[in-house]
């Protein structure tokens, strides 16, 4: 069974850090992404950021760029979000979302192009 869990989210100042995790379990793909998205009250799900199994490719949204960075383990288990410089309008909840065809180099921004989704970790920033 797959199984995402985040872990990492609290409140922050603005300027602040947080360091988002994503333990991943029960794949058996060699090519997957893992994608970070965002949800905030009122608004619809949106991708932050991605990376791919195979080759590591990141990807980032626009504005997230220069301030997030995604990573994983060496073990490939367990998904990284470091967020920096945080602003209020980075507050949301965070999910991570697997999806188990990744093809080298390839975006997927769309949440209903992922198959399995986490929890969800609550991220606050006030100001």
């Known amino acids: 069974e797959v199984q995402l869990v985040e872990s990492g989210g609290g409140l922050v100042q603005a300027g602040g850090s947080l360091r988002l995790s994503c333990a991943a379990s029960?794949?058996?793909?060699?090519?997957?992404?893992i994608g970070w998205f965002r949800q905030a009250p009122g608004k619809e799900r949106e991708g932050v950021s991605q990376?791919?199994?195979?080759?590591?490719?990141?990807y980032y949204a626009d504005p997230v760029k220069g301030r997030f960075t995604i990573s994983s383990d060496s073990a490939k288990t367990t998904v990284y979000l470091q967020m920096n410089s945080l602003k209020p309008e980075d507050t949301a909840v965070y999910y991570c979302?697997?999806?188990?065809?990744?093809?080298?180099?390839?975006?997927?921004?769309?949440?209903?192009?992922?198959?399995?989704w986490g929890q969800g970790t609550q991220v606050t920033v006030s100001s």
């Open positions: 990376i791919g199994s195979s080759d590591g490719s990141a």
């Open positions: 029960g794949f058996t793909f060699d090519d997957y992404a």
């Open positions: 979302a697997a999806r188990l065809t990744y093809y080298s180099g390839a975006y997927y921004p769309d949440p209903d192009e992922y198959d399995y």
